[in-house]
């Protein structure tokens, strides 16, 4: 048991440390995207180039530079969460009604300001939207990470696996769907709450 307890809080954070760097680097550069349309084009392309690559073919990759351990992982992860971070913070961004931008304009708010009070509010939903999907992909490719010397719930997937051990098997496999589960739900909860929010509000 807390051999699956363990693991359970090295997959978690693996994730984690993942999907943080991508909304680190990516909630900025989406809004700096927005006034700059050409360079959102290429950068588009690079991402979405990023996201056809095999799990295992970018392990490999960054293992050439990273090594053999868990920052491996979290890197691919990094690279693999910032199309749904980026593409949804930037659609949730664009989104919002120039009217309501012109008006808070024409009251004398501040760029900084409607950023911050307009934009960036009335963008949540589709923000935690890129968020919840890069989670949920991030704890399946934490499993992978087996493969490059990680640890986590996959290497009891993997010792389960070699020694045909089902038990041990699913002590991997059973965490990583119900951990899945919860973060997809948990966090949908949050959208639905603030996209009622801000129908109410309109």
Known sequence: MSNVVSATLVHLQIAFLGVLLACIVGLPLAAYLLNHSKLSRYLFLIIDAIQTVPTLAMLTFVMLIFGLNNSTVIVAIFLYSLFPVIRNTYLGLSSVDPGTIRAARGIGMTTLQIF?????????????????????????????????????????????????????????AIPVSVLAVFFEYSIGFFEKKLIRKSNHTA
Do not use: D, H
Request: proline share 4%.
């Open 116 to 172: 911050t009070k307009i934009r960036f509010p009335l963008a949540m939903p589709m923000i935690l939207t890129g968020v919840r999907l890069a989670v949920v992909s991030a704890l399946g490719i934490a499993t992978t990470g087996v493969f490059i010397g990680a640890g986590g719930l996959g290497m009891l997937i993997w010792r389960g696996i070699q020694t045909r051990n089902m038990t041990m098997m699913l002590s991997g």
